[in-house]
């Protein structure tokens, strides 16, 4: 059996001759930036609240102040965050593969702009963003305020007695299918896939890593813990992605 430092070396190799690759990312990238993640650990933000009472369209309807409230102050939390190393070494890989003329995509769960604010540009963002609003009934945008929303939960300028929401994928609803689309083209060609900080359990997210597979990819997994997705890929790493991708990418 390989050690961590020969697995390492392997996928080094591997994203060093690789002409395209994509990189799925989830919350565990994010939590070195002080944004809990929804499973596994002591600081996960649902241990404390079920997601089925917050996340789903059926509990903005119930009850859009408490879903407004929560969503506002995670938007909060998400600006006042930096991006950290692991952000910081995927935009790298993309500018280095760019440079040379190869193709890199970011296909992410999160919704919180940190690979964006990390300098990464081919962003597919599969669970929308907490950092637009939108109107519930006309789906236009609303400008969200710097500071917290003014009352909750906020009322839409485009329809009268409607409400905003958050542009997040909510538990139930479909993924836009513009980013679904690329999702699934850019993993059936790449030669290189890597999963990083999801524990790999929502779908259609966490079904792209066979796609690539099945068409031929090298498959990488970086994840403090073990997930279902592990004794499958072919370079399975256990760490934390902040200290794991500058690594793999340096
Ligand atoms: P998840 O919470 O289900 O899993 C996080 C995974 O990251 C776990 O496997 C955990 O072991 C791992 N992890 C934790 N810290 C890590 C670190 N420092 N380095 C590497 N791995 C680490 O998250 P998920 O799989 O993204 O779940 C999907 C849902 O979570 C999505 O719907 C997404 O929109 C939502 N979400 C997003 C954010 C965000 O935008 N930052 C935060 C919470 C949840």
Not at 60 to 86: H, I, Q, S
Not at 138 to 167: D, I, Y
Request: aromatic content about 6%; glycine content about 8%; charged content about 20%.
């Amino acid at each position: 059996m390989r050690n961590q430092q020969d697995l390492l070396t392997m996928a080094r190799e591997r994203l060093a001759s690789a002409r395209s690759v994509v990189v799925l990312t989830g919350a565990g990238i994010s939590a070195e930036s002080g944004i809990a993640t929804f499973r596994g650990g002591m600081d996960a933000l649902w241990k404390d609240f079920d997601p089925q009472t917050l996340a789903t369209p059926q509990a903005f309807e119930r009850d859009p102040e408490m879903v407004t409230r929560w969503y506002d102050w995670r938007r909060l939390k998400c600006l006042d965050a930096a991006p950290n190393r692991g952000h910081l070494a995927l935009a790298a890989l993309e500018d280095r593969l760019s440079a040379q003329g190869g193709r890199f995509t970011l296909l992410t769960q999160n919704v919180d702009r940190l690979h964006q604010r990390a300098g990464s540009r081919c962003v597919v963002e599969l669970h929308g963003t907490i950092m637009e609003w939108r109107c519930c009934r006309t789906g236009k945008p609303v400008p969200t305020p710097s500071g917290a929303w003014g009352s909750f939960p906020p009322a839409s300028p485009h329809a009268a007695g409607a409400l905003v929401r958050p542009s997040v994928v909510w538990f139930g609803e479909a993924l836009p299918e513009a980013a679904l689309v690329t999702a699934m083209d850019v993993s059936r060609s790449c030669d290189v896939f890597m999963s990083i900080g999801t524990s790999a359990v929502v779908y259609p997210a966490a079904g792209f890593i066979k796609i690539a597979a099945d068409n031929g990819a090298f498959t990488i997994e970086v994840n403090r813990d073990p997930t279902p997705i592990s004794s499958g890929v072919d370079c399975a790493l256990h760490g934390l992605a902040g200290e794991l991708l500058p690594r793999l990418v340096s």
